[in-house]
T-cell receptor, first 114, second 112 residues
Framework: DAGVIQSPRHEVTEMGQEVTLRCKPI?????LFWYRQTMMRGLELLIY????????DSGMPEDRFSAKMPNASFSTLKIQPSEPRDSAVYFC????????????FGPGTRLTVL | SQQGEEDPQALSIQEGENATMNCSYK?????LQWYRQNSGRGLVHLIL?????REKHSGRLRVTLDTSKKSSSLLITASRAADTASYFC????????????FGTGTRLKVLA
């Protein structure tokens, strides 16, 4: 079975540009998580979806960040406009039952904003 | 802020030695999990321990949980160079939202 798929794996963009990160969760998983990892702040939960509905977006840093899950097999995390401080590795993870189950992580997208 | 805090932040040992990492958390939990992250990769699940369990084993891994002290430990026995990675604990609270809070991680280096 394919694991969690993220694209692109690397993204380099200039400040002010729009960035869209994509995630395909494991088939059959109904919970999806977006995380951001930096050296300074570690691994931070940005948003959590259950059955395609955003349950907790308290970790989204500001209005420049938005996330959608139009169907069970696809989610996007968008940053508009991007800033250098958004540079980080962004991970998507999925599981069957939220916190009651193991999370499966994608390989991550390394974002660099110049 | 992160609920889980791992200790130590970094650990360097010789191959064959045991490695022990600790995790402390602040609120009541449903379960606690340990993950490994190799450099430049995503996190990989190692083991899950539920709040009503005290100890769990998986191969060379042993996890303990003390809910009265709100702490957990991960022991890796007979370490190998391939165990070099960062290790994170993650807690799922009982508040009903079923989201994980990850700790700050322990960077383990196993010297051959």
């Amino acid at each position: 079975d394919a694991g969690v798929i993220q694209s692109p794996r690397h993204e380099v963009t200039e400040m002010g540009q729009e960035v869209t990160l994509r995630c395909k969760p494991i088939s059959g998983h109904n919970s999806l998580f977006w995380y951001r990892q930096t050296m300074m702040r570690g691994l931070e939960l940005l948003i959590y979806f259950n059955n395609n509905v955003p349950i907790d977006d308290s970790g989204m840093p500001e209005d420049r960040f938005s996330a959608k899950m139009p169907n069970a097999s696809f989610s996007t995390l968008k940053i508009q406009p991007s800033e250098p401080r958004d540079s980080a590795v962004y991970f998507c993870a999925s599981n069957r039952a939220g916190g009651a189950d193991t999370q499966y992580f994608g390989p991550g997208t390394r974002l660099t904003v110049l | 802020s992160q609920q889980g805090e791992e200790d130590p932040q970094a650990l360097s040992i010789q191959e064959g030695e045991n490695a022990t990492m600790n995790c402390s958390y602040k609120t009541s939990i449903n379960n606690l999990q340990w993950y490994r992250q190799n450099s430049g990769r995503g996190l990989v699940h190692l083991i899950l321990i539920r709040s009503n369990e005290r100890e769990k084993h998986s191969g060379r891994l042993r996890v303990t949980l003390d809910t009265s002290k709100k702490s957990s430990s991960l022991l890796i026995t007979a370490s190998r160079a391939a165990d070099t990675a960062s290790y994170f604990c993650a807690t799922a609270s009982t508040s009903g939202t079923y989201k994980y809070i990850f700790g700050t991680g322990t960077r383990l280096k196993v010297l051959a």
